[in-house]
């Protein structure tokens, strides 16, 4: 294999779906989000992000072996206009910064094709007064308030009104980086319909208080309902303790690469 390839179940239709990306963030906010949905919306796993140059690791979940970056989906409808359906994109990996540029790119090329509607990248950016030690932490300036909270950016005019009508203030001044940022950046560039969500979150543990407010506002453009914060706590303890098992498993000479790479 040459190059980054998205390979998904051939029954699988993204025309007009909802792909809601979720690569490493702050309080592992967009795992934990990410895991809500797959639960609440019965997602399935159909496939993932290939590239020769990715790290050699898996996930192993309920004793299957899954790629570092996967695909699910499934038939939940979308309450916004020209959606139809939910595709969902997640990883624990911080994709390499060598490799970030060819990944999105492939994943632009795969989305056009399949006539996807929009997307949504989920990330976070560590309270003020604090840092998170990832290195694809947002940098952003904002008006700290007493609420948990939240900014969008929009790669275009149709997001940025998506992003009013939610009321999420737009970020004015910042750096993004890692897979938001380039997708943001490609986004802009190609005239697609793409934004993120951020949320305010702390960089010491899983934060499920933070994913909730995520979930919350998800839950305008999705069929999440009847949020519940305590089965995000719970979830944000194991997988806390499955990504920590992860990488405690890793053999001894490949552990400070791989380890980097990884929420922990």
């Known amino acids: ?16 779906a909802l792909v809601v990306c979720c690569f490493p963030s702050v309080g592992m906010v967009s795992s934990v989000v990410a895991h809500f949905l797959i639960d609440h919306l019965e997602l399935e796993f159909v496939g993932g992000v290939a590239h020769p140059k990715l790290p050699a690791i898996c996930l192993i979940q309920d004793g299957v072996p899954l790629p570092a970056i996967r695909a699910y989906s499934g038939k939940p409808v979308c309450k916004i206009e020209g ?4 595709v969902l994109l997640m990883s624990e990996l911080i994709v390499p910064d060598p490799l970030v540029h060819e990944i999105v790119s492939e994943l632009f090329a795969w989305s056009k094709n399949e006539k996807a509607a929009m997307g949504v990248l989920i990330d976070a ?3 003020k007064g604090m840092k998170g030690g990832l290195p694809t932490e947002p940098m952003v300036e904002y008006e700290d308030t007493e609420a948990i909270d939240v900014l969008g950016v929009a790669a275009t005019p149709l ?17 993004i980086k890692g897979m938001t940022g380039a997708m943001l950046s490609e986004g802009a560039s190609r005239g697609r319909n793409i934004m993120s969500l951020m949320v305010e979150a702390d960089p010491r543990y899983p934060d499920a208080g933070a994913a909730a407010v995520i979930i919350e506002h998800l839950n305008k453009m999705l069929p999440v309902i009847d949020l519940d914060h305590g ?3 719970e979830e944000a303890k194991l997988l806390e303790e499955q990504i920590r098992g992860m990488m405690e498993g890793a053999e001894p000479e490949t552990t400070p690469s791989t380890n980097s790479m990884l929420y922990g």
Do not use: T
């Open 1 to 16: 294999m040459e190059g980054a390839k998205v390979w998904l179940d051939k029954s699988i239709d993204i025309e007009d």
């Open 83 to 86: 959606c139809d359906k939910v």
């Open 125 to 127: 950016f560590a309270r």
């Open 159 to 175: 997001m940025n009104e998506l992003l009013e009508k939610m009321e999420i203030p737009l970020l004015e001044q910042g750096v």
């Open 231 to 233: 089965p995000l706590l």
